[in-house]
């Protein structure tokens, strides 16, 4: 595994997944280094010149654990780097998304650019030198995971900030945190010398997956949180001498988070390279060379050890389809909100009115509807789940795991069963609705089949 020398740290470079081919094919760049005029976008200003550098190689990280076969990918990345025209750039990188058939979220700013996409293997590949491409001064790092569908419903390009804003003065992003590569971070964290370990995610992440010693974060959404929120040192000197360690799912969070206490005062701050999910596949890629040089050792390559991300437990959540994903932890750390037996079922109560994101078991299922809790499920503004009687492409009965994902949006081009357009009938308006008076739009008792209205 060759290294990468970062100007903040040491990143791995992982094997390339299956179908990827390096070097990239080349793709014209476009913003923030070149703009190239399209008749459907815009026909001014003229393109500027494309970059006389070489563009930085990326970091492409993959879990070999998983199925490379797999025909799509989910690609998640971003740069904090100045883009001088935003909207520019959302229009370019919604029609070159478009064209290749992609679903997902990318938000574009002055500060940068923040994606998680779908495709399949070369949509992935063409985006990826696009992006390498338009930001040939910064060595971008690519988590690339193999999917049997589409990760997102649909497409959606936005100028819009990275995160939510954190409160306060404007942020200098110029002064951050020092990346930890996923092996000295844990190095770190073996350490027996003092430091304050920060979740800086929602705390339904961290109840389904965590770094061992961080607690529960309890902001009730990124932009609140603040160095007394995390109960850290308020004296001066204090905050200049305490090493403080934090992560998240990307990376994204911690670049801002990190320069927020740096201008708090706090002058030792790390931060995880590229995320829990980078973290994770970096300790895969271990594990797959360590029972590799087993095997050719005359081992039967089960024995190796020391792949396993040794200060993760569970799984790592994540905004798409799929809810969560493995981290090499065979520890099920989530608890059901209604009996507390493990799970890692996630689940918007189908009470519109509070829609939050519980963990429920494949036994309470059934029983609970979908409903954090009992007020919820005799409330007027209610979605029925397709529990008991939903059937997949063979006929049989669907997971509970597939329910939940349906409950996290439909495949492309299907009803979103979240929706409440989606079940009230059309003549009754949203406020008006209630699920007694007025039933369900579909079978009739209160189903929906597959994501998809009944036709009568």
């Known amino acids: 595994m060759r290294l990468l020398l970062l100007s903040c740290g040491l990143s791995f470079r992982t094997p390339c997944a299956r179908g990827l081919r390096w070097p990239l094919p080349r793709v014209p760049p476009l913003l923030p280094h070149a703009i190239h005029a399209s008749p459907r976008l815009c026909a001014s200003p003229p393109p500027l010149p494309p970059p006389t550098c070489p563009a930085l190689e990326p970091v492409i990280s993959t879990n070999p654990a998983l199925d490379m076969s797999l025909t799509f990918r989910t690609l998640a990345f971003y740069v904090i780097s100045t883009v001088e025209q935003p909207q520019r750039m959302v229009e370019e990188h919604s029609a070159f998304l478009a064209e290749r058939g992609m679903v997902g979220r990318v938000y574009c700013c002055a500060d940068g650019v923040n994606a998680q996409v779908s495709g399949d ?78 979740d800086v995610r929602n705390g339904y992440e961290w109840d389904v997956g965590r770094f061992a010693g961080a607690e529960r974060p309890r902001a009730a959404q990124f932009s609140d949180s603040d160095a007394a929120l995390y109960g850290l040192p308020q004296d001066e000197q204090e905050r200049a001498e305490t090493p403080v360690m934090m992560y998240c799912t990307g990376g994204i969070r911690c670049e801002y988070f990190s320069a927020k206490l740096k201008q708090s005062g706090f002058k030792k701050v790390y931060k995880l390279q590229g995320g829990v999910q980078h973290y994770g596949n970096e300790f895969a890629n271990t594990k797959k060379h360590a029972e590799a040089a087993s095997m050719e050792e005359g081992g039967n390559g089960g024995s190796a050890g020391g792949g396993a991300a040794p200060h993760w437990k569970g799984s790592l959540f994540v905004f798409d389809r799929r809810n969560v994903m493995p981290m090499g932890s065979d520890e099920v750390v989530g608890r059901c909100a209604h009996c507390g037996a493990p799970t890692e079922i996630f689940l918007n109560c189908g009470n519109i009115d509070c829609n939050k994101l519980h963990l429920v078991c494949s036994k309470c299922l059934p029983r609970t509807q979908g409903y954090c809790c009992e007020s919820c499920s005799t409330a007027p503004r209610r979605r029925p789940l397709p529990v008991s009687d939903a059937t997949g492409a063979e006929g049989a009965l669907l997971s509970a795991e597939s329910i939940a994902a349906l409950t996290q949006g439909p495949r492309p081009g299907a009803l979103d069963p979240n929706k409440l357009s989606s079940i009230k009938p059309a003549n009754v308006p949203r406020k008006a609705f209630d699920a007694d008076t007025h039933g369900f739009r579909g079978r009739g008792d209160g189903s929906i089949v597959n994501g998809e209205e009944e036709v009568a």
């Open 121 to 198: 293997v070369h949509a992935c590949d063409e985006y990826m030198q696009l992006l390498v491409s338009s930001f040939p001064t910064q060595q971008l790092l690519f988590k690339l995971d193999p999917v049997a569908e589409v990760a997102f419903p649909k497409l959606r390009v936005k100028l819009k900030a990275l995160v939510p804003s954190l409160q306060g003065e404007r942020l200098n992003l110029a002064d951050r945190g020092v990346d930890l590569s996923p092996v000295a971070w844990d190095e770190m964290m073996a350490e027996p010398s003092h430091k304050l370990l920060l």
